[in-house]
């Protein structure tokens, strides 16, 4: 099993940055694909950034401006956000995927219980 923790939402003006963290407990952390979706307010939860062990995946809207990164050996995942929009404004959910590459909400086994990210304009 594994747990997700995430950190590092907040309140940032258009053009700002900010890093989330994804915490994550379990042995087998490192044979997982984690993934980055997020959820605005009356929308479905979309796809933004995903990382098996050997590639990284975006959604088209984030790509150029989004960075997921993730360090084994601390069991973290980070999703480093520059250039943000108001239209980046949501819940971001950390999530990992045992046999998938972390980039449909279907194939999640395990999520985090997200951190809310500001984006005003």
């Known amino acids: 099993q594994v747990q997700l923790v995430e950190s590092g939402g907040g309140l940032v003006q258009a053009g700002g940055s900010l890093r989330l963290s994804c915490a994550a407990s379990?042995?087998?952390?490192?044979?997982?694909?984690i993934g980055w979706f997020r959820q605005a307010p009356g929308k479905e939860r979309e796809f933004v950034a995903g990382?098996?062990?050997?590639?990284?995946y975006y959604a088209d809207s984030v790509k150029g401006r989004f960075t997921i990164s993730r360090d084994n050996a601390k069991n973290t995942v980070y999703l480093q956000m520059e250039s943000l929009k108001p239209e980046d404004t949501g819940v971001y959910y950390c999530?990992?995927?045992?046999?998938?590459?972390?980039?449909?909400?279907?194939?999640?086994?395990?999520w985090g219980k997200g951190t809310l990210v500001t984006v005003s304009s």
């Open positions: 379990g042995r087998t952390f490192s044979s997982y694909a």
């Open positions: 990382s098996n062990r050997v590639s990284t």
């Open positions: 999530a990992a995927d045992r046999f998938g590459n972390a980039v449909t909400t279907a194939g999640v086994d395990y």
